[in-house]
Structures are given as C-alpha cells and as structure tokens.
C-alpha cells in the first residue's frame, strides 16, 4: 500500500499510469556519486588516521559502505532528488505549439460554440479537447486548445469576446490536460482509496481550486466561487476559485470523492 501511494502521489506522476518518468542515465549516474562519494571519502578517511590492520581496513571498507550505500545513503539521495532525478525531458514539439486552457459561459443556444470556433480558427488555433457545464445563465465551456507560440493569453480572450464569450479566463496548460475527465477522475479516485488524507489535494486538482486554510480569506468571493466538501475528519474542506464559478456538476463529484474517502477510511480501521 505505501508503494502504491508512493507511485500515485508523485508530484512527476503521470497522470493516466501513475508511474514517474524513467530517469535518464546521466542523471541516475549523477545521483549514485553524490550518494557514494561523500561516505566512501568520510570512511577512507577514517581508516587512514586510525592506521588498523589490512585486512581489517578492507573489511570495514567493504562491509560498512555497502551496508550504508544501499540500505541508507542511496534510498535517501534518491527521495531527495526524486523531482530532479524524475523530470521529464522536454523538447520542442513540432507542429503542435502552445496549449492553452479557456473558461467561457456562452448563451446556451445553436450556435454559440460554433462562433467559437469560428474566432479560434481564424487565430490558426485548434480546439484539442471540450467540457460542457450546465450553469443557471448558459452552459460553462472548457476547452484546450493549440495555438501558435506568438498568441497570447489577450488574442484568444478577445476572440472569445467577440464570438460572444463572457466570464473568459485563459491561462497555459500541458498536454495532460488533454486526460479526458473521466480517466482523472479514477486516477484521484484511486490516490484517495491509498491514503484518504488525500482528499483535500485531490479535489483541489480535480477541480483547479485551491484549499482555504484561513477562513478569513474568504472575505469579498462570490458564492459561486466557494465550494464546501464534507470532510471525514474536520467537518468541511472549503475550496475556492476566484472568477470560476463551480458547476453542479464538479460540486458532485468533489462530494463523490468525500465520500470514497470517509468509505476507504471505515474499511482501513
């Protein structure tokens, strides 16, 4: 279980296997001498001002750095540096350029996405995933889009706009945001069965919030910006999402989760 939760809770785990990126060879090599290198010197060190027999210096060279290598030096170097040791090389992508994930509210009528689309393709920008949300005043769209690398934020806000689009937020994005919900979903479903206590950072991810620790904080949001989610442990975990109204159905599955977390919990006791 806390290999599992090791695997799903990595911060360079992707997203759909739950697995980190292979270390690259120079990096791993790297690593083992930063992890060997200080206790071999310190133990050589050691045995030449203490002047012990041969053999007794060989033997406490060989069994004391092994022991301490692999069983305590290593396994901490390697936790220490999993983020360096684990990021993924990134390389230009041709063809592809920038992604970019857009929030709009649009009338909900034939033909609103469409003028989307319209704005979007005269930008050369290409619509690569869509999310619809009911909401009281129209329907809530996210979408993920590539664009060129010369657009901004501003060009595709003021597309947006002029096709219609009101309450727009656009910021950059990765290609996992291209998982489709529901294989994130399962993916955090399954981070919160390992270790429930997840629950909190895995609706914050799920949803694009940021949990509130300081009650205060709230002070000025919008209702539609605050979400409150039962917690197994405290009562409530409040989230919020400034200028991003939370849509029934994300408060839905924020409250799903909650609710696996408080039945992993019960079956863990």
Sequence with gaps: MDSLRTTLTGGTACEVCGRLPHPRRLRLTLAKLVAVAPVELALHAVVLAAHPPYLMSVAVLASVTTALVIWVVEPSTMRLLRSWLHAPTVRPRQGIGTLWRIRVTLDDRAGSLESVTRRLAVLDANILGLH???????????????????LTAGDLEAAVAAAGGRETHVWPTTALALVDGQTKALSLSARVVADPAELPHAVAELLGARLVTDRAALAG????DVLKVPSPWTGLFVFTRPGEPFTPAESARAHRLAELAEAAQTISR
């Design 132 to 150: 619809v949300h009911p909401v009281d005043d129209g329907v809530r769209d996210e979408l993920v889009v590539s664009a060129p690398e010369e």
């Design 221 to 224: 949001q919008l209702p539609g």
